[in-house]
């Protein structure tokens, strides 16, 4: 599990190329509602990656349901 809160803390560092990335994925992978954006195109929500390294926008209502990344994957659909 360290590997992985290694890359979401190298995500954070780098959120401007994952704002490229993720452009075309605005949508919550727990509950399917649209994630929203500021003017400046960054997501209300955070992203993580899941074993696999696939990455996954998280709305900000879940952000607060599920404060564990282990969580978050696990409640994915
Ligand atoms: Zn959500």
Redesign the pocket.
């Known amino acids: 599990m360290l590997n992985f809160f290694i890359i979401y803390n190298n995500m954070k560092k780098h959120s401007f190329l994952n704002q490229i990335s993720f452009f075309q994925i605005m949508k919550?992978a727990?509950?399917k509602?649209k994630?929203q954006e500021t003017f400046l195109k960054k997501i209300i929500?955070t992203h993580i990656k899941d074993a696999k390294g696939k990455k996954h926008t998280?709305?900000f209502?879940?952000q607060k349901k599920f404060p564990k990344k282990e969580d978050m994957l696990a409640n994915m659909k």
């Open positions: 919550c727990i509950c509602t994630v929500g998280i709305c209502e879940c």
